[in-house]
């Protein structure tokens, strides 16, 4: 399970396909003082535990994410269901929902979304 830093990361690779260090760390580090080293031995430790490739062509080396988001974001959640909300999908989104309002369209995707359900159109 990649950590909160590494999951800053993995959304930054994401978002922006196969990036360097330097760019990692400018997006998520210019002004904080977090040092560029930093960001390289994390995403070294990232290399070590298969959550992202390194490309050696080049001077730099250019990392690109090895895991999939949506696999990734499924594991953490199914994690979060199962740990802290004793497997209940349903308060883990109630207490989403309290603790971050929500704007209007994603109120309306929610609520597709659960006609969906009821329909039982989809699977999850």
């Known amino acids: 399970m990649p950590t909160n830093a590494e999951l800053a990361i993995l959304r930054v690779l994401w978002d922006n396909g196969p990036c360097t260090v ?15 080293t930093s960001a390289l031995k994390l995403l070294q430790n990232m290399l070590e ?4 490739t390194r490309q050696e062509d080049s ?10 988001e949506k696999r990734t974001m499924n594991a953490l959640v199914r994690s979060w269901i199962e740990n802290s909300f004793a497997g209940s999908s349903a308060a883990l989104a109630m207490r989403a929902l309290a603790a971050k ?8 995707r ?3 979304l659960v006609e969906q359900l009821e329909k039982k159109e989809i699977k999850l």
């Open 22 to 36: 330097r760019f990692v760390h400018e997006v998520l580090y210019d002004g904080t003082g977090v040092g560029y």
């Open 49 to 52: 535990k298969g959550l992202v």
């Open 59 to 68: 001077k730099q080396h250019v990392y690109t994410t090895a895991v999939p």
């Open 101 to 108: 309002p929500i704007t209007r369209e994603e109120l309306a």
């Open 110 to 112: 929610l609520k597709a």
